[in-house]
């Protein structure tokens, strides 16, 4: 998408916002935040970062095939590009990976690209597997009954989809998805407890499902990042998530804020302590460019 619809349409979601907020019970919403259960959001956001860390452990696996690279290497990059990513819009956190491995270990830009592309396909047959375990797991509790064949059928189609789809691709058939497609399920198992555990914190009755719904809204609204760390679409994704479940709105937004603080604040705090404030502000203004010149144009795999 060029630069200046995602201006436009980030400037449309943040008019709608600020109408929204200038409208909003913040008091209602306040008491709901101060009364959050403080053990469940170290919990939350716990299992938010070693998320993240399986998510660089996959991207890890994709990687060392094709070049040498540090394990230590694409964890901080991961993390440095995760804290990018909730200040700036964009592909800006993706940019910061690619830039920094490159500056730590010598990694060809154009491969990095590449990787941080597979390991997005990765993701989504990651995506698949997790909601057909978890489809299974909810079965087995709740006694048997018959799944959503829509919810199977489509989780089918991401797992084994993306998976053809790497096989296909000509520059990564060195690599060996099954390992990072563990990881990567993982990586999404963690984030779903990531919500339920922040929502849970604010004491609203929260279901295993209706946090997974929350999720997956939250991921597939914000692809295009179009406000820094998808702000205000985590707390829409929150509230129709909730919103089956008769939970008010202002109930939910407060959940979606802690949520949002829980994924933010500490790899924000990881993100200076790997680079420094002036650092992490460095690898921000380095710009989307090189993502886009390595991917057309930069050496290959």
Same mark, same amino acid.
């Given at each position: ?8 349409? +980030? ?5 709608? #916002?600020?109408?929204?907020?200038? %409208? ?19 919990? #939350? ?7 993240? =860390? ?12 094709? $070049?040498?690279?540090? +394990? %230590? ?35 060809? #830009? +154009? ?23 978890? @489809? ?27 998976? $053809? ?13 099954? =390992? ?12 779903? =407890?990531? &919500? &339920? ?74 993100? @200076?302590?790997?680079? +420094?404030? &002036? ?23």
């Amino acid at each position: 998408m060029p630069r200046r619809w995602r201006w436009a349409l +980030g400037s449309l979601a943040l008019a709608v #916002a600020l109408r929204y907020v200038i %409208r909003f019970p913040w008091l209602d919403t306040w008491s709901t935040l101060a009364s959050a259960d403080r053990g469940m959001l170290i919990a #939350a956001a716990a299992v938010n970062l070693l998320s993240l =860390a399986c998510k660089a452990s996959a991207w890890h696996l994709l990687l060392t095939p094709l $070049v040498a690279v540090r +394990g %230590r290497t694409t964890q901080a990059a991961t993390f440095v590009g995760a804290a990018v990513s909730s200040i700036s819009i964009g592909v800006t956190g993706e940019a910061s990976r690619l830039h920094l491995v490159g500056l730590w270990d010598g990694v060809p #830009a +154009g491969t990095a690209a590449r990787t941080i592309a597979v390991s997005r396909l990765v993701e989504a047959a990651a995506l698949g597997v997790f909601l057909l375990a978890f @489809v299974s797991i909810a079965m087995t509790a709740g006694g048997g009954g018959p799944p959503d064949w829509r919810v199977v059928a489509g989780a089918g189609a991401l797992a084994v989809g993306g998976l $053809v789809l790497i096989r296909r691709l000509r520059w990564v058939r060195a690599t060996r998805p099954l =390992a990072p497609l563990a990881f990567a399920t993982a990586a999404w198992g963690l984030q779903w =407890a990531t &919500y &339920y555990c922040s929502i849970a914190a604010t004491h609203i009755p929260v279901t295993p499902s209706s946090s997974l719904f929350a999720l997956l809204l939250s991921n597939f609204g914000g692809i295009f990042r179009l406000t820094p760390g998808n702000v205000g679409i985590v707390q829409g994704a929150v509230v129709l998530g909730l919103s089956p479940s008769g939970v008010p709105a202002p109930q939910a937004v407060a959940a979606g804020l802690v949520l949002q603080a829980v994924q933010v604040l500490p790899v924000l705090l990881i993100g @200076v302590a790997i680079l +420094g404030p &002036y650092g992490l502000k460095g690898v921000l203004f380095s710009g989307e460019a090189e993502v886009s010149a390595s991917l057309g144009g930069g050496r290959g795999v």
